[in-house]
C-alpha cells in the first residue's frame, strides 16, 4: 500500500506537469480524478489496518459503504478497494478513531480484571481473641479510589456504548467493596474496643449485665462473619457477597447501642467524681475495670490531681512525681466503688494540709527557718512562709504607726538574713527535692524582700496604702480555721489541693497585675483573659495564681476540632469540682463553637452569682462549687485565630500581657540557683542574649528568648554545684559558652565568643570534660570504621550535655555532614 501510495502521488505530479492545454481535454480530466480517488483510498486502507479494528468496525463500514463483504484471509487490496472508500474518507476516520478509544478502554477494563483477581485482604489476628480481623492495607485502598476515578471517567466518554454492561458491573462492584471495606473496619474498630470492656472486664459485665448479654450475641455474629472472611480471600467476592453489607450495618446499629450504653454508665461515674471528666473514656475504663486493685488505679493519679503519683496502700500518705511523701491526718479507706474511695482520698488529702498549716504556723518561730523548712512539705513549708511575711509586714506597719522609724528596715534586714541563710543550704549536698523546695522558697522570698523594699523606698507608713493592697497576702484565719488569699478587695479560700513540690513562677511587676486583674475578675463572678504573644507568661500565671491559692488548675490545649460538646463536658466538671480551668489558645475554636460556649460559660457564671448549690447546665441538673474559676489565653498576633463574639467577651476579664522583665527574672532564677551576686551577673546574662538576638545572623533554630535563658540557668547551677570553689562570674560564663556553641553556626561563632569575652573579659575556663565518656566515644567510632576527628568528637560530647537539660534536641545541618552518625 505504501509503495502503491508512493507511486500515485509521483503519478499526479507528473499529470500536473503536463501542458496548460492538455488539461482541458476529458482524458486528463478523468486521469486526474482517478489518480486523487486513489490517493484518498489508500489513505483509507492504510488507516485500516490499525491493530485496534475489530469484526464489528468491519460491520460499521459496510453500513457506511451499503457493500457487504466478508474479512478473512484471502481479502486483497482490491476488495477493499472496490468499496469505493475515497467517498467515505470522513466516515473511515470515524470508526478507526473510535476503534482505537475503544481499545483503550479494553485495555483499562483487562487491568481491571488482572488487577482484582489477584487482589486478596490481608489478615492479623486480634491481641487478645486471637480471631483473625482484617488488616489495613493503604496498597489496597490506593487501588480502588484510582480504579473507581478511572471508571467514573470512562463512563463520560462518548465511546462508552460497547462497554457499557461490563463498565457499570465494575463500577458496581468496586462500590460496593468500598462500601462494605469502610463499615466492615469501623465495625471491627468498634467492636475492638468494646470487646476489650465488655468480655475483658468483669466489673463492668456486673455493672451492665444487660448489655453485656447483647454484646455476647454481637461478638458471636461478628466472629461468625471474621471466620467466612477468612475463608474467602479475594477482595471482591468476600466484599460483593449478596447481603452483606446489610449485615455489617446491622451489627454497626447493635455497636451504636452498646456504645451509648457505656457513655451513658460512663456519665454516671463522672457525675459521682467529676474530675472524670478531664480523662479520656479509655483511661476512665481503665480506672473502672481495676477499681478493685488500687495499685492499678495509681497510674492515672496524676491525670486526676495536680502532683499526686501514687498513694501507700491502705491510703496512709500520698507521694508526688519526684517522691516527696506526705502523710494523711487519717487512714484513707480504698475499698469499694473507685469512684467513692477516690472521693474520700480527695477528701483526706484537703484535711491533712488543713491540718498541717496550722501545726507548721505554730512551730515557725520555736527554731531557724532553715532548720524548720525540711519538718514540713514544701507546699505547706511555702504556704507558712507567706502567712509569716503577711503577719510580721503587719506588726512592722504596726510599729511604724507607735513611732518606731525603722520598723520596716528590721524587718527587711531579718528577710535578707533568712534569704542568705536559705542560698548558702542551696550550695551545700540536698536531695533533689529538698533543692527544689528551698529554690521554690527563694523565689518567693526574693519578691517579698523586693516588695518591703518598695515599701520602705516609697516611704509607705500605713498597711491600708495601695502598694501594699495590692499585693497577694496570705493569712490564716483561726476562728474559721481556714488559710485565705486577700488582694485588694478580693479574698479566695484556699483550696488545699496537694500540689506536691513544684516550681513557682518568678512573680514581676507584669506578675502583680496579673494576680490583681484574674482575683478581681473571680470577685466579680467573672473569667479572666490574658492575652498577649508567645512567650509572656499567660498560662504560666493562671497556673501559678491557683498554685498560690491551693488550687488544682486544668489546662486543656485549644483547636479547631473542638466542638461544644467536648467543652460542655469540660465546664460541666469544672462547675462540679470547683476548680479552675485554662483553655490554652482559646480563639483558635471556630466562631460558630464559640457562640455555643458563651452560653455555657454564661449559665456557669449566672449560677456563681445566685450563689446556688444546684443549677440548670444544658437540660441536666448538676452540682456547683463555687470555687470554679474559668480562664482563656489567647494570642491575637497568630494566623487563623477567631475574633471572640461580642457576648463572650462580656463575660472575661481581659489582661494585655507584654514581654516580661527578664533581666529581674534572671536575677531571681540565679538566686534560686545558689548564686550570691545575682544582680549584675543577671545583666551581664541579659545583655549577652539582647547582643546575639541583634549581631548573630537570623537562624530558625536560634532561641534567645525565657525559655533558652531558663535552661541555661539550670546548667549554670549544676555547673556552681559541682564546683562550688570556683568563682560565680565564671560558672555562668563557662555555662553561656559550653551549653550556645551547639548551636551557634561557624559564621556567627567569632562574633559569639567576642561577645563573651567583652562581658568577661581576662576570663578563660576551660571546658568541663568527661575523659571518660571521649574515650568510650573513640572507641565506638573506631568500632563503627569512623574516623575519630576532635570535632565529631566535641559534637557528640554536646549532643550528651545537651540531651542531660532538655527533653529534646534538633541535630541540624547540611546534608552529608554526619548528623546521623551523631
Not at 33 to 62: C, F, G, Y
Not at 552 to 573: A, L, P, W
Not at 799 to 815: I, K, M, P, T
Request: glycine share 4%; with cysteine; net charge negative.
Amino acid at each position: 500500500v505504501e509503495q502503491m501510495d508512493i507511486d500515485c502521488r509521483k503519478f499526479a505530479k507528473d499529470i500536473r506537469r503536463l501542458d496548460r492545454e492538455m488539461r482541458s481535454w476529458d482524458a486528463f480530466t478523468g486521469l486526474d480524478t482517478s489518480v486523487k480517488n486513489m490517493i484518498t483510498s489508500l489513505r483509507a486502507v492504510n488507516e485500516l489496518q490499525n491493530p485496534a479494528i475489530r469484526d464489528r468496525h468491519w460491520h460499521e463500514l459496510m453500513q457506511a459503504t451499503k457493500v457487504n463483504f466478508t474479512m478473512s484471509e484471502d481479502t486483497t487490496l482490491a476488495d477493499l478497494l472496490q468499496l469505493n472508500l475515497h467517498k467515505f474518507e470522513d466516515e473511515v476516520h470515524g470508526i478507526v478513531d473510535k476503534a482505537m478509544k475503544e481499545s483503550g478502554m479494553e485495555k483499562v477494563l483487562n487491568t481491571l480484571d488482572t488487577t482484582w483477581a489477584t487482589m486478596q485482604f490481608e489478615h492479623e489476628p486480634h491481641a487478645r481473641t486471637g480471631i483473625m480481623l482484617l488488616k489495613s492495607d493503604e496498597v489496597l485502598i490506593e487501588t480502588l479510589e484510582d480504579n473507581q476515578v478511572q471508571l467514573q471517567n470512562l463512563m463520560t466518554s462518548k465511546y462508552l456504548a460497547f462497554f457499557l454492561q461490563e463498565v457499570s458491573g465494575w463500577q458496581q462492584k468496586l462500590s460496593t467493596t468500598d462500601s462494605v471495606i469502610s463499615i466492615w473496619f469501623e465495625v471491627q474498630r468498634t467492636w475492638s474496643h468494646l470487646e476489650s470492656i465488655f468480655i475483658g472486664s468483669e466489673d463492668i459485665r456486673s455493672q451492665l449485665p444487660e448489655d453485656s448479654k447483647h454484646f455476647d450475641a454481637i461478638d458471636q455474629d461478628f466472629k461468625k462473619l471474621m471466620a467466612d472472611a477468612v475463608k474467602t480471600p479475594n477482595v471482591i467476592e468476600a466484599t460483593n457477597k449478596p447481603g452483606l453489607y446489610d449485615k455489617l450495618e446491622a451489627l454497626q446499629k447493635r455497636l451504636v447501642l452498646c456504645e451509648k450504653a457505656l457513655a451513658e454508665y460512663l456519665e454516671t461515674k463522672r457525675l459521682a467524681f467529676p474530675r472524670f471528666y478531664f480523662i479520656s473514656s479509655a483511661d476512665l475504663l481503665d480506672i473502672l475495670s481495676n477499681g478493685n486493685e488500687p495499685v492499678e488505679v495509681s497510674r492515672h493519679l496524676p491525670k486526676l490531681f495536680d502532683s499526686l503519683a501514687k498513694l501507700k496502700f491502705k491510703a496512709v500518705g500520698m507521694s508526688t512525681r519526684d517522691e516527696e511523701y506526705v502523710p494523711l491526718d487519717a487512714d484513707c479507706d480504698l475499698s469499694g466503688q473507685v469512684e467513692v474511695w477516690l472521693n474520700r482520698v480527695l477528701a483526706s488529702m484537703r484535711s491533712t494540709l488543713r491540718h498541717l498549716i496550722p501545726e507548721a504556723m505554730v512551730t515557725y518561730e520555736e527554731k531557724p527557718r532553715e532548720q524548720w523548712v525540711f519538718d514540713y512539705p514544701a507546699q505547706v513549708a511555702l504556704t507558712c512562709t507567706q502567712i509569716w511575711w503577711t503577719t510580721e509586714v503587719g506588726i512592722a506597719f504596726s510599729r511604724l504607726e507607735e513611732g518606731y522609724e525603722n520598723a520596716m528596715r528590721d524587718y527587711n534586714k531579718k528577710q535578707i538574713t533568712q534569704l542568705n541563710a536559705l542560698i548558702s543550704l542551696l550550695i551545700g549536698n540536698l536531695t533533689a527535692g529538698d533543692r527544689m523546695k528551698i529554690m521554690t522558697i527563694c523565689t518567693i522570698d526574693v519578691h517579698a524582700r523586693d516588695v518591703v523594699a518598695k515599701l520602705i523606698l516609697a516611704k509607705v507608713e500605713s498597711a491600708q496604702a495601695f502598694s501594699w493592697q495590692s499585693q497577694l497576702r496570705h493569712r490564716w484565719d483561726e476562728g474559721r480555721r481556714h488559710c485565705y488569699a486577700n488582694i485588694c478587695d478580693a479574698q479566695l479560700q484556699y483550696s488545699y489541693e496537694y500540689l506536691g513540690n513544684t516550681s513557682r513562677l518568678v512573680i514581676t511587676p507584669l506578675t502583680d497585675r496579673c494576680y490583681i486583674t484574674l482575683t478581681q475578675s473571680l470577685h466579680l463572678f467573672m473569667g479572666g483573659a490574658p492575652a498577649g504573644p508567645a512567650g509572656t507568661g499567660k498560662t504560666e500565671t493562671t497556673k501559678d495564681l491557683g498554685r498560690a491559692v491551693g488550687m488544682m488548675v486544668y489546662v486543656f490545649n485549644c483547636s479547631e476540632q473542638m466542638d461544644y460538646k467536648s467543652c460542655g463536658n469540660i465546664y460541666k466538671g469544672l462547675a462540679q469540682t470547683g476548680a479552675w480551668g485554662c483553655f490554652d489558645e482559646f480563639n483558635r475554636i471556630s466562631v460558630e463553637v464559640l457562640s455555643v460556649i458563651a452560653v455555657q460559660v454564661k449559665c456557669v457564671q449566672d449560677a456563681i452569682r445566685a450563689r446556688k448549690k444546684t443549677f440548670n447546665f444544658l437540660g441536666e441538673t448538676i452540682t456547683l462549687i463555687p470555687s470554679v474559676g474559668l480562664f482563656i489565653t489567647m494570642n491575637p498576633g497568630y494566623a487563623g485565630r477567631t475574633e471572640l463574639p461580642e457576648n463572650l467577651k462580656a463575660l472575661f476579664r481581659p489582661c494585655a500581657m507584654v514581654v516580661p522583665d527578664f533581666e529581674l527574672i534572671c536575677e531571681i532564677m540565679l538566686v534560686a540557683e545558689g548564686f550570691i551576686d545575682a544582680k549584675l551577673l543577671a545583666r551581664k546574662f541579659i545583655t549577652l542574649y539582647t547582643l546575639c538576638k541583634e549581631l548573630l545572623s537570623k537562624q530558625d533554630h536560634y532561641d534567645w528568648g525565657l525559655r533558652a535563658i531558663k535552661s541555661v540557668l539550670v546548667v549554670a547551677g549544676s555547673l556552681k554545684r559541682g564546683d562550688p570553689g570556683r568563682a560565680e562570674d565564671q560558672v555562668l560564663m563557662r555555662a553561656l559558652r559550653d551549653f550556645n556553641i551547639p548551636k551557634i553556626v561557624t559564621d556567627d561563632l567569632p562574633v559569639f565568643m567576642g561577645l563573651i569575652g567583652d562581658l568577661f573579659p581576662a576570663l578563660d575556663v576551660p571546658r568541663k570534660r568527661d575523659l571518660n565518656f571521649e574515650k568510650i566515644i573513640r572507641q565506638s567510632m573506631l568500632e563503627l570504621k569512623l574516623q575519630a576527628e576532635e570535632s565529631f568528637v566535641l559534637k557528640v560530647v554536646q549532643l550528651e550535655e545537651l540531651l542531660q537539660v532538655r527533653h529534646s534536641v534538633f541535630v541540624v545541618g547540611n546534608a552529608g555532614c554526619g548528623k546521623s552518625q551523631v
